[in-house]
């Protein structure tokens, strides 16, 4: 459990009269690649249109958990073309939004430091920073060659542990069923 992290929230009280605990919903932060994916024009390609594909399904059961952004996430959507950001932009409306803290900017320095990823992936690594120090269930995303990266994610896991955090479980659409999993 990480320092003084909010979530996850496994467990709340199940109310006055209760016998005991139920379990909470699980928390996902929704990195930009996600919203992306989910507004895009349709495409030919057909492993990009497989991810939409399972992008429009996993979000459309997506009131199942408790869904968090970043300040990064909404500057990322913002940019491009106009009209793709308002579409981006309105399927983000409502979720919540997670602040950059010392221990998130501590968290992202450490991760570009220690070879969890790359220099030039200074985003990533404060959408990692993010999900983790806040203690967040799931990080999901499309971002393969960064983030989502089997190579990466011992070492990301590592330098989280190294901090003093839970990193997140990190994944796809396509590797979070539909539904609260808990």
């Given at each position: 459990?990480?320092?003084?992290?909010?979530?996850?929230?496994?467990?709340?009280?199940?109310?006055?009269?209760?016998?005991?605990?139920?379990?909470?919903?699980?928390?996902?932060?929704?990195?930009?690649?996600?919203?992306?994916?989910?507004?895009?024009?349709?495409?030919r390609?057909?492993?990009?249109?497989?991810?939409?594909?399972?992008?429009?399904?996993?979000w459309?059961?997506?009131?199942?958990?408790?869904l968090?952004?970043?300040?990064?996430?909404?500057?990322?959507?913002?940019?491009?073309?106009?009209?793709?950001?308002?579409?981006?932009?309105?399927?983000?409306?409502?979720?919540?939004?997670?602040?950059v803290?010392?221990?998130?900017?501590?968290?992202?320095?450490a991760?570009?430091?220690?070879?969890?990823?790359?220099?030039?992936?200074?985003?990533?690594?404060?959408?990692?920073?993010?999900?983790?120090?806040?203690?967040?269930?799931?990080?999901?995303?499309?971002?393969?060659?960064?983030?989502?990266?089997?190579?990466?994610?011992?070492?990301?896991?590592?330098?989280?542990?190294?901090?003093?955090?839970?990193?997140?479980?990190?994944?796809?659409?396509?590797?979070?069923?539909?539904?609260?999993?808990?």
């Amino acid at each position: 459990m990480s320092r003084g992290a909010p979530f996850p929230r496994r467990y709340h009280s199940a109310g006055r009269g209760s016998l005991g605990l139920v379990a909470a919903r699980a928390s996902v932060y929704v990195e930009t690649s996600v919203v992306s994916y989910l507004v895009a024009r349709p495409t030919r390609d057909i492993v990009l249109a497989a991810h939409q594909r399972l992008t429009r399904t996993w979000w459309s059961s997506r009131s199942a958990f408790d869904l968090f952004v970043s300040d990064f996430v909404l500057d990322e959507a913002r940019a491009g073309d106009a009209s793709a950001a308002s579409k981006r932009l309105r399927a983000l409306r409502g979720i919540s939004t997670l602040q950059v803290t010392p221990d998130v900017a501590r968290l992202a320095v450490a991760l570009l430091t220690g070879g969890g990823l790359p220099a030039k992936a200074t985003l990533d690594a404060f959408h990692v920073a993010i999900a983790t120090a806040n203690g967040v269930d799931y990080l999901l995303t499309w971002n393969c060659k960064h983030i989502a990266n089997a190579t990466l994610r011992g070492k990301i896991e590592g330098i989280c542990r190294a901090e003093g955090f839970s990193a997140p479980a990190i994944c796809t659409p396509e590797e979070l069923p539909p539904g609260n999993p808990k």
